[in-house]
């Protein structure tokens, strides 16, 4: 027996239910939402938490960020990788 849902006045089988938006959809892990601004920077480091810890540290050592810059590890959809975010503000010379 196949089960139906209604979407919007819709029959929609199972099979296409996966392609349909969350109705209800989940807080963030972490909110990027701000003022626009050109001066911000984002990276991303994302893989296996061995590699983007060893990418925050090489960062580190180079002068670059300090590693509670960084996110707390947030998990991807793979297996056994993770993402860390840095929110960076640059100052843009005027002799660019």
């Given at each position: 027996?196949?089960?139906?849902?209604?979407h919007r006045d819709?029959?929609?089988?199972?099979?296409?239910?996966?392609?349909?938006?969350?109705?209800a959809?989940?807080?963030p892990?972490?909110?990027?939402?701000?003022?626009?601004?050109?001066d911000?920077?984002?990276?991303?480091?994302?893989?296996?938490?061995?590699?983007?810890n060893g990418c925050?540290?090489t960062?580190?050592r180079?002068?670059?960020?300090?590693?509670?810059?960084w996110?707390?590890?947030?998990?991807?959809?793979?297996?056994?990788?993770?993402?860390r975010?840095?929110?960076?503000?640059?100052i843009l010379?005027e002799?660019?």
């Amino acid at each position: 027996m196949m089960t139906e849902t209604r979407h919007r006045d819709r029959l929609i089988t199972p099979d296409l239910a996966a392609f349909l938006p969350d109705p209800a959809p989940q807080q963030p892990l972490i909110d990027l939402r701000d003022r626009p601004s050109p001066d911000i920077l984002r990276l991303l480091a994302i893989g296996s938490p061995p590699i983007v810890n060893g990418c925050v540290i090489t960062l580190y050592r180079l002068g670059y960020a300090r590693p509670e810059e960084w996110s707390r590890p947030l998990p991807t959809v793979n297996p056994n990788e993770v993402m860390r975010i840095l929110t960076k503000r640059m100052i843009l010379s005027e002799q660019e």
